[in-house]
């Protein structure tokens, strides 16, 4: 310590340190170490800037950036044989779903979840079955399905003769043609096996190379023949097609490899012959039409085969568009770690890359997203980077990202309001003028999961009208990503393409340089090109300077997209981006609200303040009418149950999931809740409304999956009348005007209003038809069925059950809280001065008796409905309440 002192002449800081942080009793060795602490933390302050930390990067050594390369025939001026796009549709009726039914071994295979994710990709609609579990094929003399694809041809010929018999005459009868892939069948050397029912011979664990496409055929629509694959696939990988039928046409053709074995033919014979990895079955033998492939999904090319194939086999039916629009953001220009940045250089080869880009993307520019406030902020050669970028700003199309690259969930509407306003400035004054009304959040802060303040910021400071992220509804998987739309500004997803923040040179690729190699060449990235109609794409500025990666990347995989295929690349501003979009998937217009509490990703994106524990632990969804308000008085009196606030507009309910307030999003929705004081507290909702409504249980799912469901069922009649009830002590002049056997009974024909009012006694009783809707989100372990009845006349017993069902450990005995009150005709609460506290007058009314015929029709009304419901509750094993006895005998 002593020569320390004597190099360093330390000695007064520490005695300064010492004073200040330790007063007496403190060493110099703990001295230093806190000015040192001390030191590192006001650095760090100093350099952290908002969430965005500038480091001074080692000088990042320059090699020549990469070239972007590929083998492609049609861009070295070779003859092209294609022929296409072919167009598959045909004139006149077609009696087809555009549904694809998928018939595998095990849904759980990887190959059956490769083509469950390419269907899903392509944004098809599909249903995935074991063999032998065919389901219904038609529906009202339709066809449900337009295609049929089997895991393997073993698997179709070992189907049972029912099942087989089935599918063959399903696909005769409505031209519906089948897909077959092939698995490798693993076993030594090449061997054969005959299909005589399709007049083909298959040999197993061939060898190829020289894959290629017939440039013949018609199939092919996306698909653009005349390349060769490079790889060379060794034996054991491929099933090749023999035949001698002119039914059959060639998809593909290759060159087999010599084989190691014997076993079936002498290898020199074998090796460098043409064989057929593909086959087209035109349908001349039976008349059904077949595409067949030599290996399984996995294979790159078999993804842009599949689509055509698809297409091709359902007239068209079944088909993605030929338009891709692309649009590439290098979101944080002028934000990155010194010594990554762009250099004067680089936005030369970035204007040069761009006018290259244009004469494959018609209208392309790259999107260049600024935070302002870093202008400036590299070093000396960076510095005139950003100069020069600015000098050739109008070259490029501008959006705002955030002035000082800060995350917006973790500011308030003020904060960010300023922000955006000095961005605003900077651009105003630096002359750039900004594109579209389109914005970027950085790290998708405060998009989604939403915080409003950015989306109110973002209209006042620039009038955005799109933005986009890889957030929604989560990151991954990356097919999964869909848009939606929230406070009028369209939200579209985007796609990332492999580059981030900090891969900036190609030899430093995560896992290897290969691997960004495959993405385009194929893989990854080439299919999100092939897959969405709309490929957004998020790069750094880091990618654009040091190797350029992402000019490498993106001219790469888009000569290679040219080579395969016929997409026609396109870019618009984001405003038609977003129009198309919605146009095409007008369904994503509405939001899926999800748990940020189930994403890490999400959790770091929502404002600290915002808490998971504010959601409701379980809801009671009604039907209206059958006791919810008792329940949730009961519910209400367990020191550990606690409800939502009561909202003003609608009678107390919040009723989020159903209606328009769904669209206010879910920070709207944890405003009615209160923060639990302890972990042990139950929060719920109670909105009778919910049971009934198509869109409520899939959303409450997306929201809260893990929560459990109340409902109270009494007799279907009962209800309807106990609604026709309340609507006429609310003056309603259909019920005021109408008797309740007219009104039930009403036709089609009958007035609007009338039928509105029908509607609403009649539907919600329709019990079994509403609770399988929300079997299809819950398991039935998280539904708890009460009987109404029971509720009335033992709600003490009921009581028990529920706390039960919720699992929660402090018991409440209600023997001495609640007791029927004779003047109500119900079950009170029992105040603390002893006296009884009923529900109010609405509740519990006194009313006639229903007429005869009304009883005779809701009986007549309600028996399917009462069976189905019998039926499905002996499914779920619960017991049935006494008021469907009657229908016990029916329903078995
Ligand atoms: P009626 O008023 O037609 O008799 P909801 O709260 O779902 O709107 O249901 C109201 C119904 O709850 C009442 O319909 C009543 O029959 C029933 N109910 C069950 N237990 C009750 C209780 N303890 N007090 C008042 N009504 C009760």
């Known amino acids: 310590?002593?020569?320390?002192?004597?190099?360093?002449?330390?000695?007064?800081?520490?005695?300064?340190?010492?004073?200040?942080?330790?007063?007496?009793?403190?060493?110099?060795?703990?001295?230093?170490?806190?000015?040192?602490?001390?030191?590192?933390?006001?650095?760090?302050?100093?350099?952290?800037?908002?969430?965005?930390?500038?480091?001074?990067?080692?000088?990042?050594?320059?090699?020549?950036?990469?070239?972007?390369?590929?083998?492609?025939?049609?861009?070295?001026?070779?003859?092209?044989?294609?022929?296409?796009?072919?167009?598959?549709?045909?004139?006149?009726?077609?009696?087809?779903?555009?549904?694809?039914?998928?018939?595998?071994?095990?849904?759980?295979?990887?190959?059956?979840?490769?083509?469950?994710?390419?269907?899903?990709?392509?944004?098809?609609?599909?249903?995935?079955?074991?063999?032998?579990?065919?389901?219904?094929?038609?529906?009202?003399?339709?066809?449900?399905?337009?295609?049929?694809?089997?895991?393997?041809?073993?698997?179709?010929?070992?189907?049972?003769?029912?099942?087989?018999?089935?599918?063959?005459?399903?696909?005769?009868?409505?031209?519906?043609?089948?897909?077959?892939?092939?698995?490798?069948?693993?076993?030594?050397?090449?061997?054969?096996?005959?299909?005589?029912?399709?007049?083909?011979?298959?040999?197993?664990?061939?060898?190829?190379?020289?894959?290629?496409?017939?440039?013949?055929?018609?199939?092919?629509?996306?698909?653009?023949?005349?390349?060769?694959?490079?790889?060379?696939?060794?034996?054991?990988?491929?099933?090749?097609?023999?035949?001698?039928?002119?039914?059959?046409?060639?998809?593909?053709?290759?060159?087999?490899?010599?084989?190691?074995?014997?076993?079936?033919?002498?290898?020199?014979?074998?090796?460098?012959?043409?064989?057929?990895?593909?086959?087209?079955?035109?349908?001349?033998?039976?008349?059904?039409?077949?595409?067949?492939?030599?290996?399984?999904?996995?294979?790159?090319?078999?993804?842009?085969?599949?689509?055509?194939?698809?297409?091709?086999?359902?007239?068209?039916?079944?088909?993605?568009?030929?338009?891709?629009?692309?649009?590439?953001?290098?979101?944080?220009?002028?934000?990155?770690?010194?010594?990554?940045?762009?250099?004067?250089?680089?936005?030369?080869?970035?204007?040069?890359?761009?006018?290259?880009?244009?004469?494959?993307?018609?209208?392309?520019?790259?999107?260049?997203?600024?935070?302002?406030?870093?202008?400036?902020?590299?070093?000396?050669?960076?510095?005139?980077?950003?100069?020069?970028?600015?000098?050739?700003?109008?070259?490029?199309?501008?959006?705002?990202?955030?002035?000082?690259?800060?995350?917006?969930?973790?500011?308030?509407?003020?904060?960010?309001?300023?922000?955006?306003?000095?961005?605003?400035?900077?651009?105003?004054?630096?002359?750039?003028?900004?594109?579209?009304?389109?914005?970027?959040?950085?790290?998708?802060?405060?998009?989604?999961?939403?915080?409003?303040?950015?989306?109110?910021?973002?209209?006042?400071?620039?009038?955005?009208?799109?933005?986009?992220?890889?957030?929604?509804?989560?990151?991954?998987?990356?097919?999964?990503?869909?848009?939606?739309?929230?406070?009028?500004?369209?939200?579209?997803?985007?796609?990332?393409?492999?580059?981030?923040?900090?891969?900036?040179?190609?030899?430093?690729?995560?896992?290897?340089?290969?691997?960004?190699?495959?993405?385009?060449h194929g893989g990854e990235l080439f299919k999100t090109f092939l897959y969405n109609p709309l490929n957004i794409y998020m790069t750094h500025l880091s990618n654009y300077g040091n190797d350029r990666l992402a000019l490498y990347t993106f001219e790469s995989v888009i000569k290679f997209v040219q080579c395969w295929t016929n997409l026609k690349l396109k870019q618009g501003t984001p405003m038609d981006h977003a129009i198309k979009y919605f146009d095409m998937f007008p369904e994503e217009q509405m939001p899926q609200w999800r748990n940020p509490c189930d994403s890490e990703k999400h959790m770091e994106i929502w404002s600290a303040n915002k808490t998971c524990d504010r959601f409701p632990k379980f809801l009671v969804v009604g039907p209206q009418k059958t006791g919810t308000t008792a329940l949730y008085t009961f519910l209400s009196m367990h020191p550990w149950i606690r409800s939502n606030f009561p909202s003003k507009e609608s009678f107390e309910e919040v009723q989020f999931f159903n209606g328009n307030n769904y669209f206010n999003g879910i920070d709207w929705y944890l405003e009615y809740f209160p923060h639990p004081q302890d972990k042990h507290e139950y929060l719920f909702e109670k909105s009778a409304a919910y049971f009934d409504n198509i869109l409520v249980p899939k959303r409450v799912h997306n929201l809260l999956p893990n929560s459990k469901i109340i409902c109270i069922l009494i007799s279907p009649a009962k209800r309807a009348y106990s609604w026709y009830q309340h609507m006429r002590a609310h003056n309603d002049p259909v019920a005021v005007n109408y008797t309740f056997n007219e009104v039930v009974s009403a036709s089609d024909s009958a007035p609007r209003e009338v039928k509105a009012l029908r509607n609403r006694c009649l539907l919600p009783g329709e019990y079994a038809h509403h609770l399988e809707r929300w079997l299809d989100h819950f398991s039935y372990r998280q539904i708890h069925i009460i009987d109404g009845e029971q509720l009335k006349d033992n709600p003490i017993g009921v009581m028990d059950e529920v706390q039960k069902f919720l699992g929660i450990e402090k018991y409440l005995n209600y023997t001495s809280i609640v007791r029927y009150d004779s003047k109500k005709g119900f079950y009170c609460q029992v105040l603390s001065d002893n006296k009884n506290k009923c529900l109010g007058r609405s509740k519990g009314r006194q009313y006639n008796p229903m007429d005869e015929e009304s009883e005779d029709f809701l009986k007549k009304y309600y028996h399917k409905h009462n069976t189905a419901l019998v039926q499905l509750l002996g499914k779920l094993k619960i017991r049935e309440p006494a008021w469907l006895k009657d229908y016990t005998n029916t329903a078995r």
């Open 1 to 520: 310590m002593k020569l320390l002192r004597m190099i360093f002449k330390i000695d007064i800081l520490p005695r300064t340190a010492q004073r200040l942080f330790c007063q007496r009793r403190c060493t110099l060795t703990r001295a230093l170490v806190i000015v040192i602490l001390t030191v590192l933390v006001v650095f760090g302050i100093l350099n952290y800037r908002n969430g965005h930390v500038i480091r001074n990067v080692d000088r990042v050594t320059r090699h020549p950036p990469p070239t972007p390369y590929t083998t492609c025939n049609s861009l070295h001026n070779r003859p092209l044989s294609n022929k296409g796009p072919h167009n598959h549709n045909v004139q006149g009726d077609l009696k087809i779903g555009r549904k694809v039914l998928i018939v595998v071994e095990t849904p759980f295979s990887r190959n059956a979840k490769n083509i469950a994710i390419g269907m899903e990709s392509a944004r098809f609609v599909y249903k995935i079955v074991e063999g032998n579990k065919i389901p219904t094929l038609t529906h009202m003399g339709k066809g449900r399905f337009g295609i049929v694809i089997f895991e393997t041809i073993n698997l179709y010929m070992t189907l049972d003769d029912w099942s087989r018999q089935l599918i063959d005459k399903y696909c005769y009868e409505f031209k519906v043609g089948m897909i077959f892939f092939m698995k490798p069948q693993n076993d030594n050397g090449v061997s054969m096996e005959k299909f005589p029912d399709f007049s083909l011979t298959v040999h197993y664990n061939v060898g190829i190379k020289e894959y290629k496409l017939n440039p013949d055929s018609r199939v092919w629509r996306i698909t653009k023949p005349g390349e060769i694959v490079s790889e060379t696939f060794p034996e054991g990988e491929w099933a090749v097609f023999h035949f001698n039928h002119s039914t059959f046409e060639p998809l593909a053709s290759a060159i087999q490899i010599a084989s190691f074995y014997d076993d079936y033919e002498p290898s020199a014979a074998n090796s460098n012959k043409t064989v057929y990895p593909a086959i087209l079955d035109k349908g001349e033998n039976d008349g059904i039409r077949r595409v067949f492939f030599g290996q399984d999904f996995s294979f790159w090319l078999h993804s842009l085969m599949l689509l055509d194939s698809i297409s091709y086999l359902s007239y068209g039916m079944i088909s993605l568009s030929l338009e891709r629009y692309i649009q590439i953001d290098i979101d944080d220009i002028f934000v990155a770690a010194i010594g990554t940045r762009m250099k004067a250089d680089d936005v030369v080869a970035l204007v040069e890359s761009q006018s290259r880009l244009q004469e494959s993307v018609e209208g392309f520019h790259f999107m260049l997203g600024f935070s302002g406030w870093y202008y400036q902020h590299g070093n000396e050669e960076e510095n005139l980077g950003d100069r020069t970028l600015l000098e050739y700003k109008d070259h490029f199309h501008w959006f705002p990202h955030m002035w000082r690259h800060e995350q917006p969930h973790k500011f308030s509407q003020d904060e960010l309001l300023n922000n955006m306003n000095l961005n605003y400035q900077f651009a105003k004054e630096n002359g750039i003028s900004v594109m579209d009304q389109y914005a970027v959040a950085p790290h998708h802060s405060g998009v989604f999961p939403v915080h409003d303040p950015v989306y109110t910021a973002w209209k006042t400071v620039w009038d955005i009208k799109v933005t986009s992220t890889e957030e929604y509804p989560r990151l991954h998987p990356a097919w999964g990503r869909k848009g939606f739309v929230h406070r009028g500004i369209m939200v579209l997803p985007r796609q990332t393409c492999g580059l981030f923040t900090h891969t900036y040179l190609l030899d430093s690729y995560p896992g290897g340089p290969g691997r960004l190699e495959k993405s385009i």
